[in-house]
């Protein structure tokens, strides 16, 4: 399974940027997938992740600096998950992850510890 995350940019306090993530010879929608992100010099933390679908719920959980402010999701297809992040603060600069857990239908966590395939990261910088 390979993932690829996009979507990430510049962009001022403020304001938006909704990022993508594609599944690649496998699918997203009856796994947990997750959002990471890392900062220079700062350990990857979790950003909010997505419970697997049985075809009709998904649940959506998000970090405490997330709340409010992210909205990850499920797209119509089975390959593609999102994570809308509005009011971006500086604080927000990093390289952007998703990440898909290996257990078919496992609950998904924001520890990293519980995936197993990774995107190459998304580069999104808050600034003025």
């Known amino acids: 399974v390979q993932l690829q995350a996009s979507g990430g940019g510049l962009v001022q306090p403020g304001g938006s940027l909704r990022l993508s993530c594609t599944a690649s010879?496998?699918?997203?929608?009856?796994?947990?997938t997750g959002w990471f992100r890392q900062a220079p010099g700062k350990e990857r933390e979790g950003v909010a992740y997505?419970?697997?679908?049985?075809?009709?719920?998904?649940?959506?959980i998000y970090a405490d600096f997330a709340k409010g402010r992210f909205t990850a999701s499920r797209g119509n297809s089975v390959n593609t998950v999102y994570l809308q992040m509005n009011n971006l603060k500086p604080d927000d600069t990093g390289l952007y992850y998703c990440?898909?857990?290996?257990?078919?239908?496992?609950?998904?966590?924001?520890?990293?510890?519980?995936?197993?395939?990774w995107g190459q990261g998304t580069q999104v910088t808050v600034s003025s």
């Open positions: 997505l419970t697997p679908t049985d075809g009709t719920t998904s649940y959506d």
């Open positions: 010879g496998g699918s997203l929608g009856a796994y947990a």
């Open positions: 990440a898909r857990a290996g257990g078919l239908f496992s609950t998904g966590s924001l520890r990293s510890g519980e995936y197993v395939y």
